[in-house]
């Protein structure tokens, strides 16, 4: 009965001692699970932070584009707004060079017409002295000798009014006619005061028809037939853009800087530095003295 009871023990025994190796396998399998599985929460909890970070900077991105888009809208609309400003200054400052020509055109005929008048004073001034001094036979009549050029054909328009009739014409666009009747003024008065002036419309009626190269031709007519009319420096920065709109970019570069330099305070300089800015160019002659000119007519 004791051996049985001892044996019992025995049993007993035996089998605790095979059983606390695997209680304790079995504690660390389940703490290394645990510990994987809280591995495994963190590395979720990462990647949803991670998504969430993401998405933010996603959203970032995309505002930041939207944000650069509108940018680069406005200053395109802006460019756009500037280049149009642009544009119509330069047209505004054609039209208003092409009303200050014409206010010239006005003055020098006025400065003709008393020109005329003095010119028949004088004449009467003289024949009354030589009338006083007995000599009737030396008076002239009034206004005979104040033709400001040779005897005129008898068929041809009188000058006056041929001219203010071109100039009327060319101020309406009425290039064709214009064109026409300051070229008779040319073939029947070529002498006159104004003669230049009218050499400088036909070319510039050329120029706004986009006949370049003619104009060319009758811009240098200005320049050398008539070098001390009140045209030359209009005449010089017409050719100059005419050989630009020509692609001679080198000899219109040329003719302004040479414009500047012989008329450096005149409006005509001042557009020729305007245009050339535009070009990219730096000018050579806005600080040179002016050459001695001829005064223009009276």
């Known amino acids: ?3 049985r009871n001892n044996l019992a023990w025995l049993a007993a025994a035996m089998v605790l001692a095979t059983a606390s190796p695997a209680i304790a396998v079995s504690k660390e399998i389940i703490q290394l699970q645990t510990q994987v599985q809280s591995l495994q929460d963190q590395v979720s909890r990462m990647q949803q932070s991670i998504d969430m970070n993401m998405g933010a900077m996603r959203n970032l991105i ?9 940018m680069n809208a406005a200053v395109n609309e802006l ?4 280049q149009g400003q642009i544009t119509d200054s330069n047209a505004r400052i054609e039209q208003l060079s092409g009303q200050v020509q014409s206010l010239h055109d006005s003055v020098d005929e006025l400065k003709s017409r008393l020109a005329k008048v003095s010119k028949q004073l004088d004449d009467m001034q003289q024949g009354g002295q030589n009338l006083a001094a007995g000599q009737p036979g030396l008076a002239t009549v009034p206004g005979g000798s104040s033709a400001p ?3 005129a054909n008898p068929a041809a328009p009188p000058p006056d009014a041929l001219y203010n009739n071109a100039l009327r014409d060319y101020n309406s666009g009425k290039y064709d006619l214009s064109s026409q009747e300051f070229g008779d003024y040319l073939k029947y008065y070529s002498n006159t005061d104004l003669a230049g002036n009218a050499q400088f419309y036909l070319a510039d009626i050329e120029y706004r028809q986009g006949n370049f190269e003619a104009a060319v031709k009758d811009y240098d007519k200005v320049l050398e037939q008539y070098p ?3 045209k030359a420096a209009a005449a010089q920065l017409k050719k100059g853009y005419a050989l630009l709109e020509l692609g001679q970019r080198d000899g219109g570069i040329r003719e302004l800087n040479s414009l500047i330099s012989r008329y450096p305070r005149s409006i005509e300089a001042s557009q020729a530095r305007e245009r050339l800015r535009r070009l990219g160019v730096a000018t050579g002659g806005a600080v040179h003295k002016p050459p001695t ?3 223009p007519p009276q």
């Open 1 to 3: 009965m004791r051996l």
């Open 62 to 70: 995309e505002q930041s584009a939207d944000s650069v888009n509108k």
């Open 79 to 82: 460019q756009n707004k500037m």
């Open 149 to 151: 050029s040779a005897t």
């Open 228 to 230: 001390g009319g009140n």
């Open 293 to 295: 000119q001829q005064t």
